[in-house]
């Protein structure tokens, strides 16, 4: 499985973007999508995550109610919207793949990765 993200950029505090994770390879019927995130000097922490199945979602208390991960109109893509943005949600934004049924936090539980794409926000 190969996870390609794409759509981060620069916007000031309170805008919003749009990120998407593309899935190619095999397809898979039962597995969670989940993104996660790097500021600079920190560690990589949990954002959000979807099962693909039921559709279950999981957030981070710091982006509960600003940010929304769903199922993109594309085959195989993940969608996550991030509105009310902050200065504190800048970082790199990776997309990850979870052959399980659970939403999980704990990085090492996901076979696959995305890239990285830069998220920027100016106060």
């Known amino acids: 499985v190969q996870l390609q993200a794409s759509g981060g950029g620069s916007v000031q505090a309170g805008g919003s973007l749009r990120l998407s994770c593309a899935a190619s390879?095999?397809?898979?019927?039962?597995?969670?999508m989940s993104w996660f995130r790097q500021a600079p000097g920190k560690e990589r922490e949990f954002v959000a995550g979807l099962t693909w199945s039921g559709g279950s979602t999981s957030y981070a208390e710091s982006v509960k109610g600003r940010f929304t991960i769903s199922r993109g109109n594309l085959r195989n893509t993940v969608v996550l919207q991030m509105n009310s943005l902050k200065p504190e949600d800048t970082a790199v934004y990776y997309c990850?793949?979870?052959?399980?049924?659970?939403?999980?936090?704990?990085?090492?539980?996901?076979?696959?990765w995305g890239q990285g794409t830069q998220v920027t926000v100016s106060s």
């Open positions: 390879g095999r397809t898979l019927s039962s597995w969670v």
């Open positions: 990850a793949a979870d052959l399980g049924v659970v939403v999980t936090t704990i990085q090492s539980n996901y076979d696959y």
